[in-house]
Nanobody, 124 residues
Framework: QVQLVESGGGLVQAGGSLRLSCAAS????????VGWFRQAPGKEREFVAA????????YCSDSVKGRFTISRDNAKNTVYLQMNSLKPEDTAVYYC?????????????????WGQGTQVTVSS
């Protein structure tokens, strides 16, 4: 089992930045790929970014490409999501998720473990 805990959310003005963290409780963290998803009120859970266990390959959705960066530090069992140039449309609860198969990385069903989420609110 893998436990995931997100942190770093908060309230920022449009154009600001936040860095989210996802801490995992497993000694084999490096074998898991990790994704970030977000869910706004009344909307489906949306893929944001994903990273392979090695950290060498990453993927981002078109809506955040160029603004968000995903990275990981396996020594700290942590994955990060650096969010710059935030827009009001980015407002959502952000979740990190982990899985052992790196396929369909942009779909929630492809992941095995989920965190509780952290709220990100961007004011205009």
């Amino acid at each position: 089992q893998v436990q995931l805990v997100e942190s770093g959310g908060g309230l920022v003005q449009a154009g600001g930045s936040l860095r989210l963290s996802c801490a995992a409780s497993t000694r084999t963290f490096s074998i898991y790929y990790v994704g970030w998803f977000r869910q706004a009120p009344g909307k489906e859970r949306e893929f944001v970014a994903a990273i392979r266990g090695s950290g060498e390959i990453t993927y981002c959705s078109d809506s955040v490409k160029g603004r968000f960066t995903i990275s990981r530090d396996n020594a700290k069992n942590t994955v990060y999501l650096q969010m710059n140039s935030l827009k009001p449309e980015d407002t959502a609860v952000y979740y990190c998720a982990a899985g052992w198969r790196y396929s369909n990385y942009d779909r929630p069903y492809a992941y095995n473990y989920w965190g509780q989420g952290t709220q990100v609110t961007v004011s205009s």
